[in-house]
C-alpha cells in the first residue's frame, strides 16, 4: 500500500513569512509524529499525535510551531515568521498503537524547508 | 532523560570487512530499540528492531542484540557491501504516551570497493 507522503518535498521561503507542511500517514495508522532533521541537532522530536489529539507537544521549539491534525488522518505543521535556524528537513512518520509492529515508526521523504 | 549515544563517523570500510556501530542507551522504563538507515538521497527506514532484553533483531545480513545489563544495542554485519553505504540511526522509544523516537546522532558509514 501506500506509504507516507509529504508535500511539499521543497520549499523556500523568504524570513518572517509563514509556511505550512502538509504529510499523509499510511491509511489506518492512528499515531502520527513529526520530526527535523538538521545539520546541527541531528533528528529531533517535534509533536505526537494520538488520533486527533496531541498528548505530547513538548517537542515544539517554540510557540511559532503549530500542529493540528484532522479526521485522524492528514496533518499540517505551521511555522510562523520563520527564521533561518527553521532551515532544516521536516519528517513525518506513522505507526499503528496495537498489534506486533506497533509503535513501529515508517516516514515520509521529508519537507526540505530553506529559510532565506 | 532519555537519551541515545552512538559511535561517531564517519565509518570507512573495505567491502567484505565485518562492521560494528556501537550503541548505548539511557532509559527510564522499558524502551523498544531500534536501528534505523538512510540510504543517499532517500527516507529512513526501519532496519531492525528489539523490544525486550535477550531479543536479537535482523535483517539484510544486519543484527543487533537487546543488551539490558550494558543497556547496549550494538549493530553489526559480518560482511558489508558498497551498497550498504549509508547513515544508521539507532533510536528508542518508550511508547505508550511518549510513542516518539529518541534518535542517536547518526554514523555514516561509507564503504570502498
Known amino acids: 500500500g501506500a506509504g507516507v507522503s509529504q508535500s511539499p518535498s521543497n520549499k523556500v521561503t523568504e524570513k518572517g513569512k509563514d509556511v505550512e507542511l502538509r504529510c499523509d500517514p499510511i491509511?489506518?495508522?492512528?499515531?502520527l509524529y513529526w520530526y527535523r532533521q538538521s545539520l546541527g541537532q541531528g533528528l529531533e522530536f517535534l509533536i505526537y499525535f494520538q488520533g486527533n489529539s496531541a498528548p505530547d507537544k513538548s517537542g515544539l521549539p517554540s510557540d511559532r510551531f503549530s500542529a493540528e491534525r484532522t479526521g485522524g488522518s492528514v496533518s499540517t505543521l505551521t511555522i510562523q515568521r520563520t527564521q533561518q535556524e527553521d532551515s532544516a528537513v521536516y519528517l513525518c512518520a506513522s505507526s499503528l498503537l496495537r498489534g506486533p509492529s506497533s509503535y513501529e515508526q515508517y516516514f515520509g521523504p521529508g519537507t526540505r524547508l530553506t529559510v532565506t | 532523560g532519555d537519551s541515545v549515544t552512538q559511535m561517531e563517523g564517519p565509518v570507512t570500510l573495505s567491502e567484505e570487512a565485518f562492521l560494528t556501530i556501537n550503541c548505548t542507551y539511557t532509559a527510564t522504563g522499558y524502551p523498544s530499540l531500534f536501528w534505523y538507515v538512510q540510504y543517499p538521497g532517500e527516507g529512513l527506514q526501519l532496519l531492525l528492531k528489539a523490544t525486550k532484553a535477550d531479543d536479537k533483531g535482523s535483517n539484510k545480513g544486519f543484527e543487533a542484540t537487546y543488551r539490558k545489563e550494558t543497556t547496549s544495542f550494538h549493530l553489526e554485519k559480518g560482511s558489508v557491501q558498497v551498497s550498504d553505504s549509508a547513515v544508521y540511526f539507532c533510536a528508542l522509544s518508550i511508547g505508550g504516551s511518549q510513542g516518539n523516537l529518541i534518535f542517536g546522532k547518526g554514523t555514516k558509514l561509507s564503504v570502498k570497493p
Open positions: 491509511s489506518g495508522h492512528t499515531a
